[in-house]
């Protein structure tokens, strides 16, 4: 039945987008005075760093805008609109965007696509599990057991979250620089030049939490959470991340994938579970309650907040993100939400 | 002996979700069960699917106006079935529209603005949490309400079972002693909503109606009298929820699917080998017709 939603939506959705195009082309745009560079960029993070990047030298539009779910994305016409008229389009890439190729379709896009991941190391599913738990032996062999069970991962499926690794933000800001330059060579001076500046925040900003988050002694840096999202933060920041649900944030928690995460926050001394911002899981509450363990702040995987709040931006998401884990793992917890 | 045991009791000994689930769906059972009994005795199986549907639009603005405070949702969920059952019974007792199709109507109107207002807010996560429910995930104020709907429902269909089942058997005789066949029909979509509405925090809201009809059709294969098909349909979903719960925790799949299709396979099961009408029983009447057809020819013959 959500299947046939879906698609009924997205089927919808898909007409109208078409129509919508085949009215841009009977009437062609007259064409606008702006002479800024035309944007558009697939997601909340993708258009904080290309906004960071392009500045004032751009027009910027985004299609999954900050609160929203890019997993059940559905295009509106508007959105097939903006993207018909853009000359630069950033997208994530790594299989995060698959709405994208019919959205494409739709819109008549003509311009130059940006792969923000290009050249980030891929983080295969199965791979980096199975690294995660020989890591794991070394440390702790006792509690290795069962931890890593694949809820609904497919083996060797990407994981596209690379943005959760500040190291790999750095080559998402290149990337996105040299694209906007190679779009619009005029400003090309200004792009870099911004993205350079960008680009000594991401790497202090990555120094300094790194050092924070070490300081946390290695067998309480375990992050429990709904989505597996976080897994590159893991990697990068030597966090264990035990998730109760696969990468797709809409399936349901078998009760097997419960039980499991249960079994693995108690013997591992989890001291913390950690709500995925957006997804009011109420089995994750319940798990929480159960194993008796505090229920941390709200994590932001893969959207950020509306502007003006503490997680508008990708660095201020990283922020938010940060002090939620260090304040559970500290003992004082801070409030959810 | 010991092993078996463990395999079918310890889930719910270790695990208190796997306690709250089964308690949320017994609950959700034991209501739900006998209501289908109805439904599938007055033909209007389809109805609970339409119903389910019809509660959509004051979820969603519920959802849209309080996020996901389950209060807002219930009591949304609640007008706006409530609104179109009485304007669909309403419209079927007072124009030749059949009630059929006049709820098909009405439950596509809600449809169609339950999908508007849920696109008008971008994120639709949470909103399928509510289609499909969390049983694993039942908060105590979830688990309150389906307990308290469950009890109100059973108390209310035991003081209006006799006019009900009036009602569904010779309705027109009800409708020339006056109003009463009316008032217990109002009554009992009323009590159906609400099923339907405390349902979806355990199943979700499309699903609570397999644990509503799936037991109550095939309750009607073992039992003749309409009481005892309520109370074996009761049983028949608390099974459901138990096999399911099981099969998700060993299996590793999700629960309220599991749920629903356990429910589906004592449907099958019943419509196989049930003794009333059942296949298996049908092809051994035919097979016995035969032979005495046979048997009265030879001694015709003779």
């Given at each position: 039945m959500r299947e046939l939603w879906r698609h009924l939506g997205a089927g919808l959705a898909l007409c109208l987008a078409l129509g919508a195009a085949a009215r841009a082309q009977e009437a062609p745009a007259?064409?606008?005075?702006?002479a800024r560079l035309r944007v558009v960029a697939s997601f909340s993070i993708l258009a904080d760093m290309t906004r960071e990047v392009g500045g004032d030298d751009i027009r910027l539009d985004v299609?999954?805008?900050?609160?929203?779910?890019a997993h059940t994305f559905e295009p509106s016409p508007k959105d097939a609109r903006a993207l018909g008229a853009a000359q630069v389009l950033v997208v994530n890439g790594l299989g995060f965007e698959s709405w994208m190729p019919r959205l494409l379709e739709a819109s008549g896009f003509k311009g130059r696509t940006v792969v923000?991941?290009?050249g980030v190391a891929p983080r295969h599913l199965s791979e980096a599990e199975a690294a995660r738990d020989e890591e794991g032996h070394e440390?702790?062999?006792?509690?290795?057991?069962?931890?890593?069970?694949?809820?609904g991962h497919e083996a060797g499926?990407?994981?596209?979250?690379?943005?959760?690794?500040l190291g790999n933000g750095v080559q998402y800001v290149q990337n996105i620089a040299q694209g906007l330059a190679r779009a619009d060579p005029a400003h090309e001076s200004a792009y870099f030049a911004r993205a350079d500046a960008y680009i000594r925040q991401l790497r202090k900003a990555d120094a300094q939490w790194r050092q924070q988050l070490a300081a946390v002694p290695e067998e309480r840096r375990v992050l429990a959470t709904?989505?597996?999202?976080f897994g590159y933060f893991g990697a990068a920041y030597g966090i264990r991340i035990l998730s109760l649900?696969?990468?797709?944030?809409?399936a349901e928690p078998s009760a097997r994938a419960m039980a499991d995460l249960l079994k693995q926050v108690r013997a591992q001394h989890v001291s913390a579970v950690f709500l995925e911002h957006g997804s009011g899981s109420q089995a994750l509450r319940q798990v929480a309650a159960e194993a008796g363990v505090t229920l941390g702040g709200a994590l932001y995987a893969d959207t950020l907040e509306q502007?003006?709040?503490?997680?508008?931006?990708y660095l201020g998401m990283f922020r938010w993100n940060t002090k939620q884990l260090l304040a559970a793992w500290q003992g004082d917890a801070a409030p959810a939400q | 002996m010991m092993h078996l045991w463990d395999l079918l009791v310890q889930p719910f000994i270790d695990f208190g979700f796997m306690r709250r689930a089964l308690a949320g769906s017994w609950a959700l059972a034991f209501a739900a069960g006998p209501l289908g009994v109805f439904l599938v005795l007055r033909r209007l199986s389809l109805m609970g699917d339409a119903m389910a549907h019809a509660i959509l639009p004051g979820v969603a603005v519920g959802f849209l106006t309080a996020g996901l405070s389950m209060t807002a949702m219930t009591v949304g969920g609640l007008v706006t079935g409530v609104i179109v059952a009485v304007l669909a019974g309403l419209v079927s007792r007072l124009t030749p529209l059949r009630e059929d199709a006049s709820f098909a109507a009405f439950y596509l109107v809600s449809l169609g603005l339950g999908v508007l207002l849920v696109s008008?807010?971008?994120?639709?996560l949470d909103l399928i949490h509510v289609l499909f429910g969390t049983v694993l995930g039942l908060s105590a104020a979830a688990l309150l309400l389906v307990t308290l709907v469950s009890s109100i429902t059973l108390l209310a269909l035991a003081g209006m079972f006799r006019v009900l089942v009036t009602e569904c058997l010779d309705p027109l005789f009800l409708r020339t002693e006056g109003r009463i066949g009316a008032w217990a029909h109002m009554g009992f979509l009323l009590l159906l909503v609400l099923n339907l509405v405390a349902g979806f925090q355990v199943l979700g809201t499309l699903m609570v109606v397999g644990i509503m009809m799936l037991p109550a059709t095939a309750a009607r294969f073992w039992v003749r009298s309409v009481g005892g098909q309520m109370v074996l349909a009761a049983i028949l979903g608390a099974l459901a929820s138990y096999a399911g719960l099981l099969v998700s925790y060993y299996a590793d799949v999700a629960a309220s699917p599991a749920i629903i299709l356990a429910a589906g396979a004592a449907h099958f099961v019943s419509v196989a080998v049930?003794?009333?009408?059942g296949l298996l029983q049908t092809a051994r009447q035919i097979r016995a017709g035969r032979a005495r057809l046979l048997q009265s020819m030879e001694n015709d013959h003779a």
């Open positions: 007259p064409q606008a005075p702006e299609l999954v805008g900050p609160g929203r779910d923000a991941s290009q440390e702790h062999p006792h509690d290795e057991a069962d931890a890593g069970h694949g809820h499926s990407v994981d596209p979250h690379a943005w959760q690794d709904s989505h597996d999202a649900v696969g990468l797709s944030s809409e502007p003006g709040q503490d997680a508008s931006t | 008008l807010k971008g994120t639709n049930g003794p009333y009408g």
